[in-house]
């Protein structure tokens, strides 16, 4: 069995993109590998630390991806400070990360560039806290998108640069998850290729039925087709992309048959899609509910990963201490 460890960003609600890109495949990840998901709160005091906003992340996005399907027996989910081994394996790691390596990694360019006036140590040494996160556990592979690429490799070199200095073969080299399937890419409702937090084309999961109707209802469309049978353009293509991921085949088949035959009415394939985007996330809100009147779902989840993950950690940082030559009177 491979362990599995993913680390997740701290801020913002769930869309459907996250939901049917990285969250299914974590949802089915679960079943069959020894999966570590964390809530990254250390890593979000790089960008924001706000203490009025800290907690109120941490719990709604916990909540989100418990509602959505994350199994606390299945898999560990835990929040990143609950388990502080691995400001330990941090500290260490970072006493063999060169300031070279961590200055041109391309997200430190970006973030320095972005906030110019706190330019802090976290920020350059945020590749060599992920690496702890990874090594912690000894993963065996870490889901990753594009953006997270360049860590996942810096990750391998800090593992091998340990190894090597203390000639032992203690971490593994951790590569990217890959099950075989495509990841589903959700589209944006704007005609833009992406739905993301940063383009403002979201539907939240714990949008309103209301607000999604409306929402859907906006989607950028073109004047129609004229020719039968004729290409879709992006926009069009976009909402049968959605549809084709919340929406029974026959749904999409009939709607497509509309397009072919010029005989499309934009209105009505809307109302379909925002009907279907409702019921596809209903249980998910459902359980949203369920688990903001109910405390002591998330204070069990939290204590049981906690539990879990400072077990595998402690293990690590015992070993590493050994390895390293800390020794006790
Ligand atoms: N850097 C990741 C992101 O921005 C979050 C993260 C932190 C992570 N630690 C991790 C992901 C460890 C995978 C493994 O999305």
Not at 97 to 105: D, P, V, W
Not at 233 to 244: A, G
Request: proline residues 5%; neutral net charge; hydrophobic residues 35%.
């Amino acid at each position: 069995m491979k362990t599995v460890v993913s680390g997740i960003r701290s801020t913002g609600n769930l869309h459907l993109g996250n939901y049917y890109g990285a969250l299914r495949n974590f949802i089915r990840m679960q079943e069959n590998n020894r999966c570590f998901f964390f809530i990254a709160d250390y890593h979000s005091l790089t960008t924001h630390p706000d203490p009025n906003d800290l907690f109120p992340h941490v719990k709604s996005v916990l909540t989100e991806y418990l509602a959505a399907g994350l199994d606390p027996e299945k898999s560990t989910i835990f929040i990143q400070s609950d388990v502080p081994e691995v400001v330990e394996l941090y500290l260490m790691l970072n006493m063999h990360a060169y300031l070279g390596e961590l200055e041109k990694t391309t997200s430190f360019k970006d973030k320095a560039r972005k906030q110019p006036q706190n330019v802090n140590a976290g920020l350059l040494t945020y590749p060599t806290l992920m690496a702890a996160d990874i090594l912690l556990h000894n993963a065996d592979e870490v889901p990753v998108g594009k953006d997270q690429e360049q860590h996942l490799e810096m990750t391998r070199n800090f593992a091998k640069r340990f190894n090597n200095f203390y000639k032992v073969d203690y971490f593994k080299e951790p590569v990217a998850y890959s099950d075989g399937t495509q990841m589903i890419k959700i589209p944006g409702l704007d005609g833009s290729g992406k739905m993301g937090k940063s383009e403002g084309n979201c539907i939240y999961l714990n949008d309103d039925p209301k607000v999604i109707e409306k929402k859907v209802k906006k989607a950028l469309t073109d004047a129609g087709p004229t020719e039968p049978n004729s290409v879709k353009p992006e926009c069009i293509e976009n909402l049968f992309t959605i549809m084709k991921v919340v929406s029974a085949p026959e749904t999409v088949a009939y709607f497509d048959e509309q397009w072919n035959k010029c005989e499309i009415r934009y209105g009505d394939l809307k109302k379909q899609l925002a009907a279907d985007i409702i019921a596809a996330t209903d249980p998910i809100r459902e359980r949203i509910r369920e688990i903001d009147a109910n405390p002591e779902i998330l204070r069990r989840a939290v204590t049981l990963g906690k539990e879990k993950a400072r077990e595998s950690a402690s293990k690590t940082i015992r070993e590493v201490r050994e390895i390293m030559g800390f020794r006790s009177f």
